[in-house]
């Protein structure tokens, strides 16, 4: 299997600042990488693909970057809405694997 | 738009079946370029992906739990079906079904989920 590690684990971040998740794969994915926002008591949603490909109707302030291990999700400026767990998830493996989860409060 | 809909029993006894039904509307089961997937999360944990069904009918299982899993796809119903056996209490989870596209490599579209409890 491919493990998928995620850090930090939790954040806790001010209105407009910029936060950045880093997710860490057991071996090279190459671009398989995804990330999902899960807010409490609703479904995964995805908002990147391909490590870097915004899903439409995904807001701009979403980026992803990273290749081979180490990929990061960035939010340019962090919005009341964007309080969730955020899962990075690789297709590399027909094994899908997530990450532990990155959860993320506003101060 | 696609939308997926689960539904099936919310409480299972130990050693007993578990038995899931993921309704498709607005768009075809049979359409090529994704596969149907389902995925659980044990209550305040992370995801856990189960297994997938490709247009062909072919099934691909986690191994984890590929003994005691079938995937199946009903295509006069638009739906797809989960059955897990043996459950315990490790099983209690919210489950769910799952478009992954094949184009972006990525799951797309989810259901909203449905929690199945594992108890007596």
């Known amino acids: 299997d491919i493990q998928m590690t995620q850090s930090p684990s939790s954040l806790s971040a001010s209105v407009g600042d910029r936060v950045t998740i880093t997710c860490r794969a057991s071996?090279?994915?190459?671009?398989?990488l995804n990330w999902y926002q899960q807010k409490p008591g609703k479904a995964p949603k995805l908002l990147i693909y391909?490590?870097?490909s915004l899903q439409s109707g995904v807001p701009s302030r979403f980026s992803g970057s990273g290749s081979g291990t180490d990929f990061t999700l960035t939010i340019s400026s962090l919005q009341p809405e964007d309080s969730a767990t955020y899962y990075c998830?690789?297709?590399?493996?027909?094994?899908?694997?997530f990450g532990p989860g990155t959860k993320v409060d506003i101060e | 738009q696609l939308q997926l809909q689960e539904s099936g029993s919310g409480l299972v006894k130990p050693s007993q079946t578990l038995s899931l039904t993921c309704a498709v509307s607005g768009g075809s089961i049979s359409s090529g370029g994704y596969s149907w997937s389902w995925i659980r999360q044990p209550p305040g944990k992370g995801l856990e992906w189960i297994g997938h069904?490709?247009?062909?009918?072919?099934?691909y299982y986690n191994p984890s739990l590929k003994s005691r899993v079938t995937i199946s796809v009903d295509r006069s119903k638009n739906q797809l079906s989960l059955k897990l056996n043996s459950v315990t209490a490790a099983d209690t989870a919210v489950y769910y079904c799952?478009?992954?596209?094949?184009?972006?490599?990525?799951?797309?579209?989810w259901g909203q989920g449905t929690l199945v409890t594992v108890s007596s």
């Open positions: 069904i490709y247009q062909s009918g072919s099934a």
């Open positions: 391909a490590a870097s």
């Open positions: 799952s478009r992954f596209s094949r184009g972006i490599d990525a799951f797309d579209i």
């Open positions: 071996q090279s994915i190459a671009s398989y």
């Open positions: 998830q690789q297709s590399f493996s027909t094994l899908y694997t």
